[in-house]
């Protein structure tokens, strides 16, 4: 198995730090991968962090990491959290384990953000903390073992 963690990112997350930053914070997904990336060099890991609009390329990616023999996937699939199948089939159909993220707490908002199709298949989920739930993330995927 690799030394690489794929951090991917669903709609919406290109326009952090200005997209209601009273709910998702004032941080950029560039200000997130920086720190990610200093975390990794600690832990002996690497990440290959990507953002797409589009549902497919997430299910692509997550093909590639099963593929390249990755550590894990940490995925923040935005919306499509809360509607997509194809996520929680390709969850389920890929061996690398998939650590679900998201910078709010999704249970403390509208019902429509309380099914998360990610997190019926994935190994488990951080929620709430904010940026910081990626590097928690992080530190999830380096006690997997290599
Ligand atoms: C989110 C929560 C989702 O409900 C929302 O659609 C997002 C961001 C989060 O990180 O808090 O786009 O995944």
Known sequence: MSNTVFVLNGPNLNL?????PEIYGSD????????LEDKAQ??????EMRQSNHEGH???????????????VILNAGALTHTSIAL???IR?????VIEVHLSNPHTREAFRHKSFVGMAAVGTIAG??????EL??????????
Do not use: K
């Not at 950029?28 to 720190?35: E, H, N, V």
């Not at 600690?42 to 990440?47: F, S, W």
């Open 16 to 20: 952090l730090g200005m997209r209601e």
């Open 28 to 35: 950029t997904l560039d200000d997130i991968a920086g720190r």
């Open 42 to 47: 600690g832990l002996g890991l690497e990440i």
């Open 58 to 72: 997430l299910v692509d990616w997550m093909h590639e990491a099963q593929a390249d023999n990755a550590r894990a």
């Open 88 to 90: 929680y089939d390709t």
């Open 93 to 97: 159909a890929i061996r690398t384990p």
């Open 129 to 134: 903390f904010g940026a910081l739930g990626y």
């Open 137 to 146: 993330a992080l530190d999830a995927a380096a006690s997997f073992e290599p």
